[in-house]
């Protein structure tokens, strides 16, 4: 093993066990601070982003965190919310949406920047969920709004993957009718194995078993997983996005087998004691700060913070109707956290030359920026 990867593993094990008292300290949640972290001893040359081993075990790390946001989403209890809930949830994206469009042509913004103003990604509400509680109304409004809007933003992912790799229409199109073909076989699969459930309710203590006995205790784990790396593998067979499949393990989990608080105990400090941590740092790691100092860098960037807060904040007030406005805001601010998303679409798009190299590093800017503020702001709001 070469001294490179020895010295990434050990700076890496360095920021996974002192970020938690850094995090105490300055009063900020760990996955900002891992992510500066992350790139300032990159700067300084401690840690190398073109390894090989780390890309993949963060990669490994970012599909994990999409898992856990999925394990927040019931779609029994989504369903069973009232319908106002649902409605109000939509006229926020739709609000959100043409106010993206609309920002980003007053100010003349690159169609892929446009088309990352309004993305959600549900990622981060998990930390927020297990910082502040998933029972509070505004984390349970988050997830509902966040869930529809990063199926959403995931579907506009994969056609702009399938878009830039595809050399047709007709191959395009073969790309759309596929995911939507998808979508539809997944929907099944739910009804499916909910009458399956409701009929044959013994086929979970089965699959899942209760009890500490040896050949049980792993079991519930073991199955989580294996549904985890099936729809890994599904995705990948059909060149669809795999975090989407990443997420909807998680969701599956959480919709049949939700009664399990100790196995969503266990598979959560894995993911955030460990795999999750490391793809902060590898965020962090990928931006190279000499970047801030750039004028264009900074200026897209200025605008992609405004954009992003500016749609969300006045979304929120069609929220108004269902919770108070000191939620609503909050809620703007929650889903104000894409990182894993926007980092995706600038990627795709600056590998296919959509996007200049300086609106790149400005996404990875903003994404980053972002989170900080939005930690900062929830935190605040919440003492108020």
């Known amino acids: 093993m070469d001294d490179g990867i020895i010295g990434i593993i050990l700076t890496i094990s360095l920021i996974l066990v002192l970020s938690p008292h850094i995090s105490r300290f300055v009063g900020l949640p760990t996955a900002p601070i891992e992510i500066v972290l992350g790139s300032f001893l990159a700067f300084l040359g401690f840690i190398d982003i073109t390894n090989n081993i780390f890309f993949l075990i963060a990669h490994v ?15 029994k209890s989504i369903i069973s919310m009232p319908k106002v809930y649902i409605v109000q949830a939509v006229y926020f994206l739709i609000t959100m949406w043409l106010l993206a469009v609309l920002f980003g042509f007053i100010f003349n913004l690159n169609p ?20 502040y509680g998933k029972e509070l109304s505004w984390i349970k409004i988050s997830f509902l709004v966040g869930t529809i809007g990063e199926v959403l933003s995931i579907i506009a992912l994969t056609i702009f993957e399938a878009s830039s790799n595809t050399k047709g229409l007709h191959e395009l199109f073969s790309q759309i009718a596929l995911l939507s073909l998808f979508l539809v076989s997944i929907w099944l699969l739910y009804l499916l ?11 979970k203590t089965t699959l899942m078993p209760h009890g500490k006995i040896s050949n049980n205790k792993y079991q519930s784990v073991r199955l989580a997983m294996g549904i985890f790396f099936i729809m890994i593998s599904v995705m990948l067979k059909l060149h669809l996005e795999v975090a989407f499949g990443a997420f909807i393990a998680g969701v599956f989990i959480a919709t ?3 009664q399990h608080k100790e196995l969503e105990a266990k598979i959560s400090s894995f993911g955030f004691g460990f795999l999750v941590p490391i793809f902060f740092v590898y965020v962090g790691a990928s931006f190279d700060l000499k970047n801030i100092f750039i004028l264009e860098v900074l200026k897209t960037t200025s605008l992609l913070l405004l954009g992003m807060f500016f749609i969300r904040i006045v979304a929120s007030f069609t929220l108004s109707f269902i919770t108070e406005k000191k939620d609503a805001l909050l ?3 929650a889903l104000s956290m894409p990182l894993t998303l926007m980092i995706a679409v600038a990627t795709l798009a600056y590998e296919h030359a959509t996007i200049i190299e300086f609106d790149y590093y400005a996404v990875i800017l903003a994404s980053l920026l972002e989170v900080i503020i939005s930690m900062l702001v929830i935190k605040k709001l919440v003492k108020v």
Do not use: K
Not at 61 to 75: C, D, H, K
Not at 113 to 131: D, F, K, N, Y
Not at 193 to 203: A, G, H, I, Q
């Open 61 to 75: 790390g970012f599909l994990y965190l999409m898992f856990l946001a999925g394990l927040e989403v019931n779609i």
């Open 112 to 131: 892929v920047l446009i088309m990352i103003l309004p993305l959600i990604s549900i990622g981060l509400l998990a930390t927020l969920s297990g910082e």
């Open 193 to 203: 194995f909910r009458s399956l459930f409701w009929w044959y309710p013994e086929l």
């Open 256 to 258: 049949f087998f939700h």
């Open 331 to 333: 809620i703007a601010f």
